[in-house]
């Protein structure tokens, strides 16, 4: 498969919907797509403004300071000590990690890539592109020897699932005794709700509870997107087993896939800050409190969702006809379909909406 051979890209089947939408008295409430809306914070666009004598092209690697600031905050927020150099790197945005990861660790026909049922579709789009097997599992039990790779996503985007220590143990083990590579895409573990994610710390890949103190075969890949509203900068990093680093590595300079030097230098100060991560931690819980009850009310059931940006909800009905239901109240959810052949009638509900819109979607779910 090659990339002419891809599929149209999904979003464009929710057009209709958002049009309907659009057309309420109020206006739209987009609740589709997990794009933040707030500022990015003074310090880390300060950080950027100072750094744009950028004349020389940026290391591929990172400075010494992101690289640095990456261990630091694995160590300081994550639990995950003893990072050097050699065990991160940072990337474009880590949506281009995920789709091209199969293609820089060498898999082909014949190789599997596993993902989870409820999936961020680029997981597949990845290994379709170098013609690899994608599988849609949770049980460890199921992946076949012919793994190769196997990404987890905890917290999950749609459905917010959380894989605790055991869980996340269980699954490197799987993955070491078949000789794959396991990547753990983890960009909302600050956004934990329930308990116990709410007061502890969710868990990495990369936990020593997890890896036995060794990252050997293992991965973690975060994105600054959600907890420090840099998505339009591209910040993103994973780290790990220091040979598969240095592997990708090589790869990655010769494909010139360098993250701007400026957008590094706000990275740097943005993970040596915990403050504004807090602040917006707290800006989601609120939407939250306000939205799940609502959407309770209006007849949903909300499945999973102890964290991340999402409610990941059903009716009971194919999600298009939910789609159509909430278009009529100016509404707009992502439709299960887009998330794997498992979840068909249920539907995502992004936070990163404002305050505004989302006392607006309150208002308008609880009018039923």
Known sequence: MGVSDLADYPWDAVAPYAERARAHPDGIVDLSIGSPVDPTPELIRTALAASTDAHSY????????????????????????????????????????????????GLGPGDVVVHPRAAYPTYEVGARLVGATPLASDDPAEWPESTRLVWLNSPGNPDGRVWDADALRVAVARARELGAVLAGDECYAELGWESPWDTEPIPSVLDPRVTGGSPDGVLSVYSLSKQSNLAGYRAAFFAGDPSVVARLLTARKHLGLMLPGPVQAAMTVALHDDE?????????????????????????????????????????????????????????????????????????????????????????????
């Open 276 to 368: 504004h991560v807090a602040a917006q931690r707290e800006r989601y819980r609120a939407r939250r409190a306000a939205l799940k009850p609502a959407v309770e009310a209006a007849g949903f059931r909300i499945d999973r969702s102890e964290a991340g940006l999402y409610l990941w909800a059903t009716e009971g009905k194919d999600a298009w006809a939910s789609l159509d239901r909430l278009a009529d109240l100016g509404i707009l959810a992502g439709p299960g379909h887009f998330y794997g052949a498992h979840f068909r009638e249920h539907i995502r509900l992004s936070l990163t909406a404002s305050d505004e819109r989302i006392a607006a979607a309150v208002a308008r779910l609880r009018g039923l």
């Open 58 to 105: 940026p290391q591929t690697m990172g400075t010494p300071d992101l690289r640095g600031a990456i261990a630091q905050w694995f160590a300081r927020r994550r639990g995950v000590a003893g990072l050097t150099p050699e065990h991160v790197l940072p990337t474009v945005g880590s949506k281009e990690l995920v789709a091209l990861l199969p293609l820089l660790l």
